[in-house]
């Protein structure tokens, strides 16, 4: 019997919105206009037709799927059978039927009948959306693939593609036959055709066919979508997929990195010259022939193919990059300028060599500065090691030109032959200058602005905040050296020896004080960052291969043009402190020169000022990060930390003995945290950088107001990097005695226990910080290091540890141990008892409990407690003696 309890809404009727591919044409509709004007172009009111939902067997039974109807205020029916329906071709009334699995018996006659058949999955999304039940002229499960259109290539066997199409309709895809501007995947069973060279060119997505099965075993995830990126890049086909290479012409360690990265994005190499080899990729700078005739189906391809690929995140074509021998001279010193490995042989080098020696004499100044050694860098000619100027092609590179860039050079006024040394200089500093806007530009254009770019082929390289990351402040500080640039040219134009160029450098003093900070500061940062994404990002590591090769990085790689901005002030210093050694005493530029001199000082002074302030808010928020349960009171702009010291725990006062733990040392407090037993997973942030997780866990944050004593203890035998720390924390009445054992050789243990002597003096306004160091022996605070590796005390930890977890997992209150003894100790005290004693007889009933819940007699287990009281009593005394 069917349940005709029908819940009605509030007008009875409902509209489906259209959404169906009817013939493998697209029908455009909106929700206002869901049925369109006749093609008479008479307006007539169409009359509404009343939706009839029936929940068919199982799909009945679910109570979400009855709420969801309610919300989009759908009436329904529950049925067991269709027979119980009799003629649901009713022209009064449209009826949908809910299935909850495709694959049941009843399905398929469904289908035979021509019934519109839907999933909860997809009733459940029109709820949760607020949106009307979708109109489809085949059985929609679920909206995982809605508005997604799909092209398949590459498939051989009918009943595959059959199989996978009817899996992308009942997800809410649309398939098309041809490949057009439309599609939005391409599903390749091959990497062959036109399909996948068009979806190559256009950037749109190649999928395997594991994309489709994975997504449909997930159809019943409501918020899924097989479009996420997330999802969809564990199973797009990568560039290298049916490829076979080879390496010709390469060095070991390149021609090793370059097959890792081959199988790492799905291709396999082999030796030179086997025949199942699809691609030869050549090193074009090295190899003149090949040393065998290659086969009619073998790519002899350049290496910007194989990085070009990896970059693109799908193979390129290789048309565009086939290798050609040439004997030509041009052909050959071009190659040689675009090669990627430095010169193995003499002879290489010697050539090379004397390219440069003619680019050289065709130029005013080097484009490729010679390798100096260090004690050379700190001359007076240190602004010659930014002597690099773009090649021609420079300037024509693709992206945006900086606007500062545009101006073609003015000085193109001949000057006499003879000039005095001060215009020499000043020529230096021009020329140097020129060539540091050069560097600016080829790092914007070359790296930048490529990386920026939206509509990248594959998606985007990086994300936006590794980009800032990398590049900060770099266009300001290109823009304010462009106008200096600017200025030196036409004082250089118009040259007399009157001409003022500390007044150059004081006009802008405040725009360097401003851009360069926030550069210099977090340099370190910027390589790093560089690093990880070329080990973590294959087309990050193949866009820096590409763009390094290329004439206008000078065979540099981009961490190394980065660290010009680090070097240019202090080599501006330079230049004029050696203009101003030839400048006439009665020349008013003496005096502007010493002050443009002392203003790029208070510049490079703010810049140091500033790093070492951000260092140091770099290190509180590293422990921040380390410490799992790190007080926010840590963070304070007075504080700032001194050292980090790691050593294991000698008593049981703070953690188990034997316990790893480690000590951060600030100038007013002492973070105590000891080694997690068990780190919990990785921090993802939104923008997908990955933190490592929390490998320390809080234990105390002590003032160091709260030492009294710091004790040195004596070395023996017996006794080996020990000290200890008497403190008195303000909620106990009596000192308790920490004793550690340092566990590495930096710091020497005097080191250490001087400079924590000299924060806590400092923190309590004594001057005597070496009176704070007392000198004790082992036996007299019961310190012994000797058992602390060895395989008796690992299992008296272990022991330890195992008996708290069963404590906890047979205590019904779970109260923690710290308020239990409170309770005990208050206890105690009103029935005339000692705390201590009450506090022995509290551990000793749950060691006795602990045991005997185990059902394993221990005798080191046994006798902790004895053990406990009568070192209780002998640290009291010592302590006290000591004190």
């Known amino acids: 019997m069917a349940d005709n309890s029908t819940l009605v809404s509030e007008t009875g009727r409902s509209l489906l919105a259209d959404s169906s591919v009817l013939d493998s044409k697209i029908i455009e509709t909106s929700k206002d206009n869901v049925l369109p004007g006749s093609v008479l172009d008479v307006e007539e009111e169409m009359p509404q037709i009343e939706t009839r939902v029936v929940l068919v067997q199982e799909a009945g039974k679910c109570e979400e799927l009855l709420k969801a109807l309610e919300e989009i205020k759908v009436p329904y029916i529950k049925t067991d059978t269709i027979e119980e329906l009799g003629d649901s071709d009713s022209p009064e009334f449209e009826t949908v039927f809910v299935v909850s699995d495709f694959q049941d018996s009843i399905f398929p006659n469904l289908c035979k009948a021509d019934c519109r058949v839907i999933g909860p999955p997809v009733v459940l999304h029109c709820a949760q959306k607020g949106e009307p039940l979708p109109f489809s002229c085949r059985p929609l499960y679920c909206a995982s693939m809605l508005n997604l259109v799909l092209c398949f290539t590459g498939f051989r066997k009918k009943e595959e593609l059959v199989k996978l199409v ?259 200089v000043a020529k230096e500093l021009y020329q140097t200058e020129s060539n540091y806007v050069d560097i600016l530009t080829t790092i914007i254009q070359l790296f930048q602005v490529p990386l920026e770019k939206e509509g990248q082929l594959g998606g985007p390289i990086l994300a936006q905040e590794e980009i800032k990351t990398i590049f900060g402040s770099i266009p300001d500080i290109l823009d304010v050296h462009t106008k200096i640039k600017e200025d030196l040219e036409d004082l250089m134009i118009n040259w007399t020896e009157s001409k003022s160029i500390g007044d150059i450098i004081l006009k802008y003093s405040k725009d360097l004080l401003k851009t360069y900070p926030p550069f210099v500061n977090f340099f370190e940062m910027s390589k790093e960052t560089i690093t990880r994404c070329e080990k973590q990002k294959p087309r990050f590591h193949a866009f820096l291969k590409i763009n390094q090769a290329k004439p206008e990085c000078g065979r540099q790689s981009l961490a190394e043009l980065l660290i010009r901005p680090v070097q240019r002030l202090p080599s501006v210093a330079l230049l004029l402190n050696d203009i101003k050694k030839h400048t006439a005493e009665e020349n008013p530029d003496k005096i502007t020169l010493e002050r443009a001199i002392e203003s790029l000082k208070e510049v490079m002074t703010h810049i140091n000022e500033d790093k070492r302030k951000t260092e140091a808010q770099r290190q509180f928020f590293d422990v921040v990060y380390e410490v799992d349960g790190c007080p926010a009171n840590l963070l304070s702009s007075h504080r700032s930390l001194v050292q980090r010291l790691e050593t294991v725990a000698l008593g049981d006062d703070l953690c188990d003995r034997g316990e790893q733990v480690t000590l951060f040392l600030f100038n007013d407090c002492l973070e105590i945290a000891r080694k997690r037993h068990k780190v919990i997973g990785a921090f993802k942030s939104p923008h997908g950088h990955t933190r490592p997780p929390a490998s320390l866990k809080h234990v105390v944050l002590m003032p160091l107001s709260q030492i009294k004593k710091v004790l040195d203890i004596r070395e023996t035998e017996d006794c080996q990097k020990a000290f200890a720390l008497v403190v008195r924390p303000p909620t106990e009445l009596n000192n308790k005695l920490l004793s550690f054992q340092m566990t590495t050789e930096e710091p020497r243990k005097e080191d250490w226990l001087k400079t924590l002597c000299r924060h806590v003096a400092n923190t309590i306004c004594k001057a005597d910080a070496e009176n704070l160091i007392y000198t004790a022996d082992p036996d007299s605070v019961e310190v012994n290091t000797k058992d602390m590796d060895s395989t008796l005390s690992r299992a008296s930890r272990a022991i330890k540890k195992t008996s708290k977890k069963v404590t906890r997992a047979f205590s019904f209150s779970k109260t923690p141990k710290r308020a239990l003894r409170r309770a005990l100790m208050s206890h105690s005290a009103t029935e005339g008892r000692s705390p201590s004693s009450a506090n022995e007889g509290y551990i000793g009933s749950r060691l006795t409990s602990t045991s005997s819940l185990a059902g394993v007699p221990s005798p080191s287990l046994v006798s902790l407690p004895s053990i406990f009281e009568r070192r209780s009593h002998t640290l009291s005394r010592s302590t006290t003696h000591l004190i």
């Open 166 to 424: 009817t899996l992308v309709h009942h997800m809410g895809g649309i398939i098309r036959r041809d490949f057009s501007s439309k599609v939005t995947h391409l599903v390749a069973n091959s990497t062959h055709g036109d399909k996948f060279r068009i979806a190559v060119s256009l950037g749109v997505p190649i999928m395997k066919t594991e994309w489709i099965y994975k997504a449909w075993e997930k159809r019943n995830e409501i918020d899924f979508c097989a479009a996420d990126d997330d999802f969809r890049s564990q199973y797009k086909v990568p560039p290298f997929q049916d490829c076979m290479l080879s390496f010709l012409g390469f060095s070991d360690d390149e021609k090793a990195n370059m097959e890792e990265m081959t199988e790492m994005q799905g291709g396999h190499y082999l030796p030179v010259g086997d025949e199942r080899c699809t691609h030869l990729v050549v090193e074009e700078s090295t190899v003149k022939d090949l040393p065998f005739e290659p086969l009619e189906k073998l790519y002899v391809v350049k290496q910007e193919w194989f990085w070009g690929s990896i970059q693109m995140d799908a193979r390129a074509g290789e048309s565009m990059y086939l290798f050609e021998k040439s004997e030509s001279p041009d052909f050959k010193k071009s190659v040689s300028l675009l090669s990627l490995n430095t010169p193995n042989s003499n002879r290489k080098r010697r050539r090379l060599k004397e390219t440069l020696a003619q680019l050289t004499r065709e130029t005013d100044v080097s484009p490729f500065p010679p390798r100096k050694r260090p004690s050379a860098e700190h001359s007076l000619s240190i602004g010659s090691l930014l002597d690099i100027s773009n090649t021609p092609e420079s300037g024509t590179t693709n992206g945006e030109t900086p606007k500062s860039c545009a101006r073609p050079s003015k000085n193109s006024t001949p000057l006499p032959l003879k000039q005095s040394a001060r215009w020499q």
